[in-house]
Structures are given as structure tokens and as C-alpha cells.
């Protein structure tokens, strides 16, 4: 399974992907704890965090923090990259947060392998970024 995760200020759209393309599961999501908390247990129901790879444009931010904490691997996707691969998907330049979603997760279905993935943050940095905010 692959995960593209469309992140925003208020609002994120995810989408889960299987080996063939096809997409298995899609929501939207509130920018809140909660909103993560029911976003990282629907994507449990598809399987081991471990083994669910999530593709985002961002390399930072509380939805990347708590996919690795919830160890997931996490791919980021440099916006340019992305948007040069739009055309893969076709030629309009419509753009929603379900189409980005599903196509982050197939560019990380048939690309993945390329891309490298964060680490989760070291407890002892998160406690010096804790003291010095």
C-alpha cells in the first residue's frame, strides 16, 4: 500500500494506494490532534505503519511528525518535482486536494524507490527544540 498525504493549513486529504494503482481508501481531515489521531488509525485498518510508506510535499510540520512517530516512513516530495510529473497524470491543470492526494501516491507507487525518506526525530533533539522555543 502507498499513502499520499495533501497537506494544508487547515485541512489534509489522504489517500491510500495499492501495488496495482488502484486507490483503496480516501478522507479528508481536520490540522488538529484529533484529526491525525483518526487519520494514522484508518491507516492501521490497511496495515503495519512500517510496511505504509507516505508521500507528502513537505519535509517539516505536525503531519510529518506524527506519520514518523506513528512509524510510518515518510517521502518527501519537493513541490517542483511534483508538479513536473503532473503531466504523467494527464493534461489538465485542474488541481484538488483528492486528485494531489492520489497522485502523490502513485508517483511514490512507481517512484518510490528513488526518493529518499526521513528519520524520525532523535528524543533528545525534540527536547532541545522543546527548550529553546
Avoid at 503531519?63 to 504523467?88: C, E, K, S, T
Wanted: proline share 6%; hydrophobic share 40%.
Amino acid at each position: 500500500m502507498y499513502i499520499g498525504w495533501d497537506w494544508a493549513t487547515d485541512t489534509h486529504d489522504v489517500s491510500v494506494m495499492d501495488e496495482t494503482g488502484k486507490r483503496v481508501d480516501r478522507w479528508e481531515l481536520a490540522h488538529t490532534e484529533e484529526g491525525f489521531a483518526k487519520a494514522l488509525a484508518r491507516l492501521r485498518k490497511h496495515g503495519d505503519p512500517a510496511d505504509l510508506p507516505v508521500a507528502i510535499e513537505t519535509t517539516r510540520g505536525l503531519a510529518v511528525d506524527r506519520a514518523l512517530a506513528a512509524g510510518h516512513p515518510v517521502v518527501p516530495v519537493h513541490p517542483n518535482a511534483f508538479h513536473a510529473m503532473r503531466p504523467r497524470w494527464g493534461t489538465s491543470k485542474a488541481k484538488t486536494d483528492a486528485g494531489d492526494s492520489m497522485k502523490l501516491a502513485d508517483y511514490l507507487r512507481t517512484d518510490g524507490h528513488l526518493l529518499p525518506r526521513l528519520e524520525p526525530t532523535e528524543r533528545a533533539t525534540l527536547d532541545l527544540q522543546a527548550l529553546t522555543r
